[in-house]
């Protein structure tokens, strides 16, 4: 990288506006850019920060579609589960009601007649 310096120099620096902490040195920039280039950039970089955007956005429907996933299978299970109960309750109350005093102290019929 070049620079320039100035050419004047001042035994005070009162006299060139210098305060202190300054840089005496001056640097240019020897890249000089037209107003098409300087277009063509703003561009790129707006079609950088939108791709990026874009990234994120699927990233977020992706998310967005497991949820949706996960809330189907939750919804599933849970009428598998209910379904499970009643079965459950079902073969549960056959057992009870086999086991309980009043069926043990049954007795078996002699005959059976079926009405035609």
Do not use: C
């Not at 990288?1 to 035994?11: E, L």
């Not at 849970?78 to 079965?87: G, H, I, Q, R």
Request: aromatic content about 8%.
């Amino acid at each position: 990288m070049s620079y320039q310096t100035t050419t004047q120099f001042y035994s005070s620096r009162r006299q060139a506006n210098w305060n202190r902490n300054q840089n005496t040195a001056r640097f240019v920039s020897s890249v000089k850019l037209g107003p098409v280039a300087h277009t063509v950039i703003i561009a790129l970089m707006i079609t950088v920060l939108g791709l990026v955007y874009l990234t994120q956005a699927t990233s977020a429907r992706s998310y967005d579609y497991q949820a949706q996933e996960i809330d189907s299978q939750i919804a599933e299970l849970t009428t598998k589960k209910s379904d499970l109960e009643v079965e459950n309750a079902r073969l549960t109350a056959l057992e009870t009601v086999q086991n309980s005093s009043v069926a043990k102290a049954m007795t078996t019929p002699a005959a059976t007649d079926y009405a035609r």
